[in-house]
């Protein structure tokens, strides 16, 4: 752990008084570095080193992403950087990437500060939706909702260093409903270390609104808890000939808002959180595109209150151990899948510890370069918003996928299931999602973007059980 810690402080010192070469501008958005810090399986590699290719499950609320992305938190893919490693993919004929840089007359290119781009954007958004409050009692209602995104990207010959924020705010012509804010802020970097190790940093801050209908939330709140996380993590990786190594480092701060109830605050501060884990990756290059792996991963969560209103305590450590596989033959198929077993102890014997098996997926399938399939699956351990339960064990499936129509015109789709269940009740909250969207680029600067979503969600607590239909359009502005 020493070595680590050392190794990283080591790695920091230098990129901070090293020089930073700047490279050519590029048309495309240079890849960020994603990875979700409280389950950083979500990061996606392949067996190319150099061209990690990275899945982000976190927030999210474009309507209009760029083709790399989907939104609400659907899947996000980097756009390919290596070459066909499959023989039988390199010898398939291709047609001109419609998104490749300086083919592309419609994506922005940003503002050049020193050697940074910056692309700032916003977007303005009209509609429709069935349920504005996101209830079992929720009404219809318009909504106007305002939107930016801002990037900021160093343009190096080495290293890499990001800034993002984006965020939403809705408003509703029912005015018994509460605006929904989200932000999201994001910085990331990497630093290049000798013989193609790479150590990745990234630290950001996601505000959201809970549901009213949360199992163990207050019942009837005018104005739910807001949810503040701060995340931080730090990857390291590279191989030693055919072994590939990679160890993670994160953390996790959940800190929740009083909510309000006839006037009266309603305290939540014994929801309070913190979450810290490691993660250590051992892998063997088989052939260019096949890499088994085994993986384990320690974690804790601490309460800031030791014990809750019934005076139990809620503290706890996890274990996880995956083996899997890592497939890259870029771009056609690129991904990686896992299976595993997790197991979580907590401090207070009143709560029995419990064992549960993981599946971890990430997959990317162009059959075309005009089409692009994405398949991302999770599993997490959470903890219980109901006092009454230890935990919530939470499966996430998520497939989405985007077709070029014409290079400036683009049709999306997605599908999502996300079973949340609380140990030691038979108690879940299930939701079901699906979508399709449109992306008509009228020029760098404008694009013409459209939504219509369906979602039902299936509520633990009694009663608490609503569908929602959201149609939107909307006009995104962009450098």
Do not use: C
């Amino acid at each position: 752990m020493r070595l680590f810690v050392r190794l990283l402080a080591s790695a920091a010192l230098l990129v901070a008084l090293g020089p930073m070469p700047a490279a050519r501008a590029q048309q495309v958005d240079a890849p960020p570095i994603w990875f979700d810090t409280e389950d950083d399986f979500s990061q996606l590699r392949g067996t190319d080193r150099g061209a990690p290719v990275e899945i982000d499950s976190g927030p999210g609320s474009d309507v209009a992403a760029p083709p790399d992305e989907t939104e609400d938190g659907r899947p996000l893919r980097v756009a390919p950087q290596a070459t066909i490693t499959d023989a039988e993919a390199a010898a398939r004929p291709r047609a001109p990437n419609p998104n490749a840089s300086g083919e592309n007359a419609f994506e922005p290119l940003g503002i050049r500060l020193g050697s940074f781009i910056l692309k700032p954007a916003i977007e303005f958004r009209t509609g429709y939706t069935s349920n504005a409050a996101g209830s079992s009692t929720g009404g219809p209602s318009g909504v106007l909702t305002v939107a930016p995104d801002v990037t900021l990207q160093s343009d190096w010959s080495e290293h890499e260093l990001g800034f993002r924020l984006k965020g939403a705010y809705d408003y509703y012509t029912d005015t018994s409903v509460a605006a929904s804010p989200n932000l999201y802020v994001e910085t990331n970097g990497r630093i290049d270390l000798p013989s193609d190790w790479a150590l990745r940093l990234k630290a950001d801050y996601n505000y959201d609104k809970e549901s009213v209908d949360v199992l163990g939330s207050p019942v009837d709140a005018d104005n739910p808890s807001g949810v503040n996380r701060f995340d931080a993590g730090a990857t390291l990786d590279g191989d030693m000939g055919r072994v590939l190594f990679e160890l993670r480092g994160t953390a996790t701060r959940m800190s929740y808002e009083d909510a309000e109830i006839a006037g009266q605050l309603v305290g939540q501060s014994y929801r309070d959180n913190d979450f810290i884990g490691g993660a250590a990756r051992i892998g063997y290059q088989v052939t260019p595109a096949i890499a088994p792996f085994v993986e384990t991963q320690l974690t804790t969560r601490l309460f800031s209150q030791p014990t809750d209103s019934l005076g139990y305590n809620r503290n706890s450590n996890g274990i996880t151990i995956r083996g899997g596989l890592q497939y890259s033959a870029d771009p056609i198929l690129k991904g990686e899948v896992a299976v595993g077993w997790h197991r979580e102890n907590y401090v207070d014997a009143a709560y029995p510890s419990f064992d549960a098996p993981t599946i971890d997926a990430s997959l990317i399938w162009s059959p075309s370069v005009l089409t692009q399939v994405t398949f991302l699956a999770s599993t997490s351990v959470q903890p219980a918003d109901d006092i009454t339960a230890s935990s919530t064990l939470v499966y996430d499936l998520a497939l989405s996928a985007q077709h070029y129509i014409r290079r400036n015109f683009t049709l999306e789709g997605d599908l999502g299931w996300r079973r949340e269940h609380y140990i030691g009740t038979d108690l879940s909250d299930i939701t079901y999602e699906a979508g399709i969207g449109a992306t008509w680029k009228l020029s760098r600067e404008a694009w013409l973007v459209g939504r219509l979503s369906q979602e039902y969600y299936v509520s633990a607590a009694q009663g608490g059980d609503y569908p929602t239909t959201t149609a939107t359009i909307g006009l995104r502005l962009q450098r």
